[in-house]
């Protein structure tokens, strides 16, 4: 693991940063203000990600703040956040990002294969480990997370209309998240709690994942 300074908080300046990267995505502003970003976001975020990854037994990785423009019709060349994802199995982890609202938390599995929907989607099926699912997605609704990932906009093959848990059955993968507003919560060493107890929210979900989903798998 990296060495990094302790985690002191994002200052200010680095919700201001992403601000200003919103209104010009461009190689112009973010030259000016690269410093900005190495000091006010990146830094802390390493930070961050290194004391949280041992809570979660994962070697963090710190995602490049280049967009991927080869396919996209959007060419903007900077991504708009800078995310962390510790992961526990591939495809399958916990994720912190900062960007200009403030902090975004969540765990699951988001870069998915057929294998692993098939997988997610016979767990949901079943009665004991769909109702699993169902209740600690219900519990975290509760807690101020909601679900997200990639999901068909009527109902899989074969799924019944009046299936219980039809809206988990429609997710080809299943993320939840929940964002904490910029300010003086995300602005101190609290941050760091503040994300811990929100990734230990998250565990029975990423457990459940481990336990029905697995790993995601090439090709």
């Known amino acids: 693991m990296t060495q990094s300074k302790t985690f002191a908080g994002f200052p200010a300046e680095a919700f201001s940063f992403y601000e200003g990267l919103e209104a010009d995505n461009s190689k ?6 690269k410093d900005v970003y190495d000091r006010c976001v ?23 703040p280049y967009r991927d423009v080869r396919f ?12 962390a ?22 765990a699951g599995f988001h870069a998915h294969s ?15 480990t769909g109702a699993g699912l169902d209740k600690i997605m219900r ?15 009527t109902r899989p093959r074969g799924c019944p209309a009046d299936h219980p848990r039809l809206e988990l059955m429609r997710h080809e993968s299943l993320v939840a998240g929940r964002r904490h507003p910029a300010g003086p919560e995300v602005e101190g060493r609290a941050a760091l709690d503040l994300v811990r107890t929100d990734w230990r929210r998250l565990r029975p979900l990423v457990e459940w994942i481990e336990a029905n989903v697995g790993a995601f798998e090439e090709g």
């Open 114 to 128: 057929r294998g692993q929907t098939a997988r997610y989607r016979a767990a949901v099926d079943g009665d004991d």
């Open 139 to 153: 519990t975290l609704a509760r807690q101020g997370f909601a679900p997200s990932g990639d999901r068909v906009k």
């Open 42 to 64: 990146r830094a802390p975020l390493t930070a961050l990600a290194d004391e949280l990854a041992s809570a979660v037994q994962s070697e963090p990785k710190i995602f490049r």
């Open 72 to 83: 996209s019709a959007d060419k903007s060349p900077y991504k708009t956040h800078q995310g």
């Open 85 to 106: 994802f510790c992961e526990v199995a591939s495809g399958v982890g916990y994720y912190v990002q900062v960007d200009a609202e403030g902090l975004f938390t969540a």
């Open 28 to 33: 112009t502003y973010w030259t000016a203000n």
